[in-house]
């Protein structure tokens, strides 16, 4: 994978960094961030960042200042919106810019994508309720965005499973990954191998992008 370009950027809540793979014509940018857990190292976050800008989409990977800081668990959800809007603003962005990220980086994206002007949200594994549970719901935070939304989930993610998602909702795309959990990680003998469910994950992305960001004026 093509080296990242590492930048620091200055949040309220501490030191954060981009961490960017820049497509050499880029038709779009998409902005990323890690859930509440892990950092950017995911496997679904790589996937993209490793494959897109090879297909024209630059690819921005945002650390959270609490993962910089070296802290284990993220801080409460506002100072995350804070510190993506952040990220977002010291960005030169002159393509249709896709803001995204996958658990709590989702929820992140769903409520601040619109006002960062994005033409996109990209949410992979959104954490409905907490497993086990499923009241409360978090669904008032993706029917809220008001942009082309892609939902990637698994279909045994004990925080949501795709079923437990609006059909229906307008501008909604879901893409179920076989067999995976909250993670995107598939059972070792399971319907497809962790290789090919990333490889799902990729190409429905680039595909949602050029369809619904790159090619509909109505998402700019």
């Not at 002007?117 to 809220?144: I, M, N, V």
């Amino acid at each position: 994978m093509k080296r990242a370009t590492i930048r620091t950027v200055d949040t309220a809540y501490g030191e954060g960094r981009l961490h960017t793979r820049r497509a050499t014509s880029p038709i779009a940018t998409l902005l990323l961030s890690h859930g509440a857990g892990g950092g950017i190292e995911s496997r679904d976050l790589w996937a993209l960042a490793d494959a897109l800008p090879a297909q024209g989409v630059t690819v921005v990977m945002f650390e959270q200042p609490w993962r910089v800081a070296g802290r284990k668990v993220a801080t409460a959800p506002p100072t995350l919106d804070v510190a993506l809007t952040r990220a977002a603003d010291v960005m030169r962005v002159r393509t249709p810019l896709v803001v995204g990220g996958r658990s709590a980086g989702a929820r992140s994206a769903a409520r601040t994508a619109k006002a960062l002007g994005a033409s996109g949200c990209l949410a992979l594994s959104f954490p409905l309720h907490a497993p086990g549970k499923t009241e409360p719901t978090r669904l008032p935070e993706l029917r809220a965005v008001g942009l082309p939304t892609l939902l990637v989930q698994g279909d045994r993610d004990p925080m949501g499973r795709p079923d437990e998602f609006p059909a229906e909702q307008p501008g909604l795309d879901i893409v179920v990954i076989p067999g995976a959990d909250h993670g995107l990680k598939v059972p070792f003998r399971g319907e497809v191998s962790q290789e090919e469910a990333m490889g799902i994950v990729v190409e429905s992305t680039l595909e949602w992008l050029v369809r619904e960001v790159v090619g509909n004026p109505r998402g700019r």
